[in-house]
């Protein structure tokens, strides 16, 4: 089936410094989706991504999706103690309700 | 809008009892999705739902009933509940906007299973 996957789980950065993670699917997506979980919280939508190359920015924080749909990537610029959290990327597996999450990466930020 | 509620927050059942996680959502949202969550395997899709009384099977259905009676309840039963159900349960509802379909999660429930 679909995967969609997240290398590595863990990152620690000094804060200050900038932050890039990858998302990577077995399978070309019509979409992807990135969401934020705090510690001890619950998922919160982030972005959507649709087009094929498509870059957004949300703050310090740009998203882009890769030209073939396969991938995308989450860049933070001068990461804050606010960044601390685990960040998932997800993809639809068949109908656009129905989400393949990846594994997710949790970023600590030393102060 | 209170948005995606669950009950309880948390929960402890010894193996082989029965219980239901509820969820609810005051969105009008078509779509309501129940998810697990373990450490190190992020998110995974138990059943879900496109409208009142239509379910589908996820990732990792096995010892888990649904039904969507009401477009605001989407509830879930364990059958016979096994330490390997121990997690966090996340329930979501989205809604199609063209080509856009956000979630919204739930506070969770965090069960432990003895």
């Known amino acids: 089936g679909q995967q969609v996957m997240q290398i590595p789980q863990y990152q620690h950065v000094q804060e200050g410094e900038d932050f890039t993670t990858y998302c990577n699917s077995s399978?070309?997506?019509?979409?992807i989706q990135w969401y934020k979980q705090r510690p001890g919280g619950h998922p919160v939508f982030l972005i959507q991504?649709?087009?094929?190359?498509e870059v957004k920015k949300q703050k310090r924080l740009t998203f882009q999706f890769g030209e073939a749909k396969k991938n995308s990537s989450l860049h933070i610029t001068a990461t804050q103690t606010t960044d601390v959290g685990t960040y998932f990327c997800?993809?639809?597996?068949?109908?656009?309700?129905?989400?393949?999450f990846g594994k997710g990466i949790t970023l600590s930020v030393r102060p | 809008n209170a948005g995606v509620t669950q009950t309880p927050k948390f929960q402890v059942l010894k193996t082989g009892q029965s219980m239901t996680l509820q969820c609810a959502q005051d969105?009008?949202?078509?779509?309501m999705s129940w998810y697990r969550q373990d450490p190190g395997m992020g998110l995974r899709l138990i059943h879900y739902?496109?409208?009142?009384?239509?379910?589908d099977q996820g990732e990792v259905p096995n010892g888990y009933n649904v039904s969507r009676s009401t477009t605001e309840d989407f509830p879930l039963r364990l059958l016979s509940a096994a330490p390997s159900q121990t997690s966090v349960y996340f329930c979501?509802?989205?809604?199609?906007?063209?080509?856009?379909?956000?979630?919204?999660f739930g506070p969770g429930t965090r069960l432990t299973v003895t």
């Open positions: 739902s496109v409208g009142a009384g239509i379910t």
């Open positions: 991504l649709v087009k094929s190359g």
């Open positions: 969105m009008n949202h078509e779509y």
């Open positions: 979501a509802s989205s809604y199609s906007r063209g080509d856009y379909y956000e979630q919204y």
């Open positions: 997800a993809g639809p597996t068949g109908a656009n309700s129905k989400l393949t």
């Open positions: 399978t070309t997506l019509s979409n």
